[in-house]
């Protein structure tokens, strides 16, 4: 069974600093795919971003990007520029290639962080 | 366009009652998950279908049934309500694809406390 890893249960920084979130994860696949979530204090959970394994480039979206290393099996998010609003719990994710029950989604058990003002 | 929606978004329950959460998706997707959420654990799965009629078990499905008898909709049930299943259930939905890492959307969640 696939395992993911979070060893932060909590971070810290301050804003407009740079921060980087750690996530490994356990498979045996070959092609899958990795997201991180953010749940800010309303609950909702929120797509941050999301890699394809058979991409070697890592994803960006604005201020948040990832280090994506296969062979390590690791998935860090780097935030950029913190800003206030980046405070929540964050999750990585991982879920199998294809379809039927591949779509379930393994989650970490998160990382709360904080941004100082 | 409403995406996810659970009711409802709190609950208190005594030990033993039973009760019905109800998911529902306007997004025409075929799968459809149950995740708890619980301190220091993440989510984990409890049930999910991957299309109308038909529901898997997940990591945590003890004392749980679902049902998909709409392919918008996604019941969970909890006959006899035990102080171990107060937490916060999250639905979520996400559509098929041969090419695409789909996400999952999720919605707001629900707060169940047994007493």
């Known amino acids: 069974a696939q395992t993911v890893t979070q060893s932060q249960p909590e971070m810290s920084v301050q804003e407009a600093e740079t921060v980087t979130l750690s996530c490994t994860y356990d498979?045996?696949?070959?092609?899958?795919?990795l997201f991180w979530y953010k749940q800010p204090p309303s609950r909702q959970m929120i797509l941050v971003i999301r890699?394809?394994?058979?991409?070697?480039q890592n994803a960006t979206e604005n201020r948040f990007s990832v280090n994506f290393q296969k062979a390590a099996k690791s998935f860090s998010l780097k935030i950029s520029d913190s800003q206030l609003g980046d405070a929540a719990m964050y999750f990585c994710?991982?879920?199998?290639?294809?379809?039927?029950?591949?779509?379930?989604?393994?989650f970490g058990k998160g990382t709360l962080l904080t941004v100082n003002p | 366009n409403a995406g996810v929606t659970q009711t409802p978004k709190f609950r208190v329950l005594k030990t033993g009652q039973s009760m019905t959460l109800l998911c529902a998706q306007d997004?025409?997707?075929?799968?459809m998950y149950w995740y708890r959420q619980d301190p220091g654990m993440g989510l984990r799965l409890i049930h999910y279908?991957?299309?109308?009629?038909?529901?898997a078990k997940g990591e945590v499905p003890d004392g749980y049934n679902v049902s998909r008898l709409k392919k918008q909709n996604f019941l969970l049930g909890l006959e006899s309500a035990a102080p171990s299943q107060t937490s916060v259930y999250f639905c979520?939905?996400?559509?098929?694809?041969?090419?695409?890492?789909?996400?999952?959307?999720f919605g707001q969640g629900t707060r169940l406390t047994v007493v």
């Open positions: 890699q394809e394994a058979y991409k070697q």
């Open positions: 498979t045996s696949e070959s092609d899958y795919y």
């Open positions: 994710a991982y879920r199998r290639y294809g379809g039927g029950s591949n779509y379930k989604l393994t």
């Open positions: 279908s991957v299309g109308e009629g038909t529901t």
């Open positions: 997004m025409n997707h075929e799968y």
């Open positions: 979520a939905s996400s559509y098929s694809s041969r090419v695409g890492g789909t996400e999952a959307f």
